[in-house]
C-alpha cells in the first residue's frame, strides 16, 4: 500500500438512479467517471505536499491542502477507468501503479513515464519502506502463466531490481512493506481445469524479499472473490488487517479480518457493506473508514442504506466504535497529528477532510468547486499535450464558467491559457457555479466496476 491507509478502491457494481427529466439534457455534457477520491499519500518530509487519488486524476496540493490542481488521467497513459495507487517519494517525485505498468513523474506533474522497462507492465501496488523513504517495492501481476516478481527500487523509483527469482505464475493483489526485512502479498490462484475455484493466499518474506513463505488464507468461501490486504502495525509486523471481497453478484458484505502471527491464521472481526480505509494513528489507536452504499446488488431490490462512517478501535480493544455515522469514508490517512478523509463531495461537504479531534469534526480540505485548476505546465509537455481537451471537459462537467459568466463546455475554451485558444501554459481564469453547479452525475450515475481481478 502507498502510505497508511492507502488502499486501492475496488468499486461495486451499484446503480444510482435519481430522477430529474428537468435536467437529462445536461448529460450531454458528462464526459467521465464520477468524481471522487480514493486515496490519499503524503510527501515523507514535506507536509506541504501531498497528492489525492481521484477518478479524474492526480490531484495535489503544496500548500497542506489550502489549494489544489490536478493532472487528467490522460497524462499516465493508464486505462482511464482504472484506480491506481500513488506513492509521493521523498525527492518530490510521483509513483502510479496500473495494469499498463508503473509511471513516474516529477514534481510538477507535467510529463509521466516509464522508469523502467523491468515494471513496464501489470503493476498492481506500489508501496515504500516505512524506515527508508527513497526505498519501494512493486509487485507483477500478470495472467496467462506468467510468472511474477517483486522489484525494489533504491532511488525513489528510478531504476528497478528484482527482489528474487521470479515466483509461480499466480495473480498477486496488494503489498504492504512492515520493515526493511518484512513484506506482505495478498494473492490469488487462479480458476484452472484441475482447480475449480479460486483460492487465496498470502506470501510472506522476512528477508527483504529474498525468499517466500506462502500461506493458505482462512476464512473463505465460494462467494468470495478476492483478499486485499490493508494495513500493517507499525509496532509489530506479525499483526496485520485485510479484507475479504465478495464476488460481484453476492449481496453480502465485506470481511475485515485480523492476523497477529504474520499472515498465517486470521480472525473476523467486523463486516461492513464496503471498507474504504483503515490507518494506525500514534500510540497503536486504528480507525476504519466504510462507504456509504445505496442499493444491494441487485437494482431491482427495494433500497436500503447500510450502516457505515467512521470506526475507531483503541491498542488496549477488541472492537471498534463508531465516531461518525453521517461521513461516506472512501479512504484514511494519518499525519502530523491530523486524521485525513476521503469523503463524499455532495454528501459531506469535501472531497477530502481533514481532522485535528481523531474524526470527531473534519475540516474540508479539497473542495471541486474550489480547485484552482489544472496543473501549470510549459506549452507542449506531455500533460498539457494529454490533457488539453479532458480539462475541458472536467471543467464543464464541474459546471465552471467564466469569470463573463458563461458556463465552459465541449472546447469552447482553453483551459490551460486563461481563456485563450493559444494553447500556452498557465492558469484558469474561471470559477465554478457554487451550489447551483450540480453535476448532472447527481441525476442520472451509472459507477463503473472496475476491479484489480475477476478470479
Known sequence: MIDPGY????????????????????????????????????????????????????????DGGSTWRWACEAALMLNP????????????????????GLRRAESSLC???????????????????????????????????????????????????PTSAPIEPILFETLLVASDEVLYLSGIYPRTSERPAPEPFI???ADGGATWERFAFEPWTD?????????????????????VIPKVEVDRAELLVESDDGGQAWTVVAEHREIGGMVYAPGGTLFLGTEWVAMPNDPTAPAESYPHGLYRRDSTASL???????????CLGWRDGSLWACGDNYRDGF?????????????????????????????????????????????????????EGSLLCDGAVSMRDGGTDSGSGGGCACRTGGEGGVLPYLFV???????????
Open 203 to 205: 506470501h510472506r518474506s
Open 445 to 455: 450515475v451509472l459507477i463503473l466496476a472496475i476491479r484489480r481481478r475477476t478470479a
Open 81 to 100: 477507468l482504472e484506480d491506481p495507487t500513488y506513492l509521493l517519494m521523498s525527492d518530490g517525485s510521483l509513483l502510479a501503479s496500473g495494469f499498463s
Open 351 to 403: 472531497m477530502i477532510g481533514e481532522s485535528s479531534d481523531e474524526g470527531l469534526t473534519f475540516e474540508a480540505r479539497l473542495v471541486l468547486a474550489d480547485m484552482a485548476g489544472p496543473v501549470e505546465c510549459e506549452p507542449g509537455s506531455s500533460t498539457t499535450v494529454a490533457c488539453e481537451s479532458r480539462d475541458r471537459d472536467v471543467l464543464c462537467d464541474f459546471q465552471v464558467v467564466s469569470e
Open 7 to 62: 488502499a486501492p478502491r475496488v468499486m461495486r457494481v451499484r446503480f444510482a438512479i435519481l430522477a430529474s427529466s428537468l435536467l437529462l439534457s445536461s448529460l450531454a455534457h458528462a464526459h467521465g467517471r464520477f468524481p471522487e477520491a480514493h486515496g490519499i499519500t503524503f510527501h515523507p518530509s514535506d507536509p506541504s505536499t501531498l497528492v489525492v487519488g481521484s477518478t479524474f486524476g492526480p490531484v495535489i496540493s503544496r
Open 111 to 161: 510529463a509521466f513515464e516509464v522508469p523502467d522497462p523491468d515494471v513496464s507492465f501489470a503493476i498492481v501496488d506500489v508501496a515504500r519502506n516505512p524506515t527508508d523513504p527513497s526505498q519501494v517495492f512493486a509487485p507483477t501481476s500478470a495472467g496467462g502463466g506468467i510468472a511474477n516478481r517483486l522489484f525494489r527500487s533504491d532511488n525513489e523509483g528510478v531504476s528497478w531490481e
Open 223 to 243: 462467494q468470495d472473490r478476492t483478499l486485499h490486504l490493508l494495513v500493517v502495525d507499525p509496532g509489530d509486523p506479525q499483526h496485520l488487517f485485510a479484507r
Open 320 to 330: 471498534f466504535t463508531q465516531v461518525r455515522d453521517d461521513i461516506d469514508v472512501k
